[in-house]
C-alpha cells in the first residue's frame, strides 16, 4: 500500500488522517526538506530523503518498497493532487501491476494563502508559473483566459533565483486584462513563519516575491475591506423599500423618467456633474457589496452608497436597463425578486471589464 500524504502547508495544518497513515507506515519517502516538519513520527522508520527534482525516483521507489509488502507513506507538501506527489505516481500506476493506492489531501497553498488574506476565493484558478514541465506559451494562455473568465487567480512558484521571466510574462498579461487597482495578496511562509501583504496589482512588483510566495490576484468585484480580501458571492441582504424609493419606483413603472442627467432635480448632482440620474434610486439597495465603493456604517446597520457613482455611470444604465423592467414589473418586486437583481448587478459589473 502507498499512502500519498498531503502535510499541508504547517504542522499545526496536518490532518489527522495524514498523522495516521504517516504512523502507521513502516517506510517514508520525502523531498528532504519536508522531513522537519514530522521528524517526531518517523522514529525506528526507514526514511528515504531525496532532493527537488526527483519526483520520478521518490514515486519509483514508493512503489518498489511497496511491492516488498511494506505500507510506504510518500509525503507531499500542501495537498498531493495539487502541483504535488500524486500526479506524480499516478503517472506511473500504468507501468505496474498491482498498486493499491491511496492519496489523503492536505491544505493546499491556496487555501492557506486566502485564510490569511480573508475571503478573496470565489470562482478561482490556481496556476503555476514554474516552466520547468511546462513552456511558458502555455502558462501565458492560461493566465490570458483567468482573467477573460473574471477567475480569481492564485499562483504557485511564482519566482525562483534563476526564473524571473515567466512572472515577467504573466505580469504584463494580468496588467493588460485587469485594472491596476485590482486588489493582490501576498502570502510569504518560511521557517514557521508567515508574512502577510495586500496590496494593489500596480504595486504587486515592488514587493519581495519567492517561490515560498502563493500571490492571490482579486477578480473585478474583489475589494478590501479593514485589511481583508473579499470576492462577494451576492449573498441577499433584505430589506424594507424606503418609502422615497417606492414613490420613485411607482413613477418609474410607468413611464415617468428622466434618462440620463436630471438638470431639474433639486439635488442635481449628488454625486458628480454629468451622472447619470435614470436609476436616482439604486434598485439594488442595500447590496452590501462594497467592490463598487458602497460601505457599512459601523455598528449603525446602516449601508451607506455615498462612495458608490456606478448606479449613475452610463455604461451601468445601458446594461441594466433593457433587463430591469423584465425582473420589476411591481415595485415589490425590488424586494421579492433580489436575488434575480443581484445577479443582474454582477453581470453588469463583469461585463464593464
Not at 493546499?108 to 488574506?117: E, M, P, Q, R, Y
Amino acid at each position: 500500500m502507498i499512502k500519498v500524504v498531503g502535510i499541508g502547508p504547517s504542522r499545526e495544518d496536518i490532518s489527522i488522517r495524514a498523522l495516521n497513515a504517516i504512523k502507521e507506515s513502516d517506510v517514508i519517502i520525502a523531498y528532504k526538506a519536508y522531513i522537519k516538519t514530522i521528524e517526531d513520527l518517523i522514529e525506528g522508520k526507514e526514511v528515504i530523503k531525496k532532493g527537488m527534482g526527483d519526483e520520478i525516483e521518490r514515486a519509483e521507489l514508493a512503489i518498489q518498497k511497496s511491492r516488498e509488502g511494506m505500507k510506504v507513506a510518500i509525503i507531499s507538501s500542501g495537498d498531493p493532487g495539487v502541483f504535488g506527489m500524486g500526479n506524480v505516481i499516478f503517472q506511473l500506476i500504468g507501468k505496474y501491476t498491482d498498486i493499491e493506492i491511496e492519496l489523503i489531501p492536505g491544505i493546499t497553498a491556496a487555501t492557506f494563502a486566502a485564510s490569511k488574506l480573508g475571503a478573496p476565493l470565489h470562482d478561482f484558478a490556481v496556476i503555476s508559473l514554474s516552466d520547468i514541465l511546462t513552456p511558458i506559451s502555455e502558462i501565458k494562455r492560461k493566465i490570458e483566459f483567468a482573467c477573460k473568465g473574471d477567475f480569481v487567480i492564485a499562483i504557485y512558484n511564482p519566482i525562483s533565483k534563476t526564473r524571473k521571466k515567466p512572472f515577467e510574462e504573466a505580469y504584463k498579461i494580468l496588467f493588460e486584462e485587469k485594472k491596476p487597482s485590482t486588489p493582490v495578496g501576498i502570502v510569504r511562509s518560511y521557517d514557521e513563519n508567515v508574512h502577510v501583504t495586500v496590496t494593489t496589482l500596480e504595486e504587486l512588483k515592488d514587493h519581495e516575491i519567492n517561490m515560498s510566495t502563493t500571490i492571490i490576484i482579486g477578480n473585478s468585484m474583489t475589494y478590501v475591506q479593514d485589511g481583508y480580501m473579499i470576492t462577494p458571492r451576492g449573498y441577499i441582504i433584505r430589506s424594507s423599500i424606503h418609502p422615497l424609493s417606492k414613490e420613485f419606483y411607482e413613477r418609474f413603472l410607468e413611464g415617468d423618467i428622466v434618462e440620463g442627467p436630471n438638470l431639474e432635480c433639486d439635488f442635481y448632482p449628488c454625486h458628480e456633474a454629468g451622472q447619470n440620474c435614470t436609476f436616482c434610486y439604486c434598485p439594488f439597495y442595500p447590496c452590501g457589496d462594497s467592490s463598487t465603493g458602497g460601505r457599512w456604517i459601523k455598528d449603525k446597520g446602516v449601508w451607506s452608497c455615498q462612495n458608490c457613482t456606478w448606479i449613475h455611470e452610463n455604461k451601468t444604465v445601458q446594461c441594466i436597463l433593457p433587463r430591469f423592467c423584465e425582473i420589476v414589473r411591481e415595485v415589490d418586486d425590488l424586494k421579492d425578486r433580489k436575488k434575480e437583481l443581484l445577479k443582474l448587478r454582477r453581470e453588469c459589473i463583469q461585463s464593464a471589464e
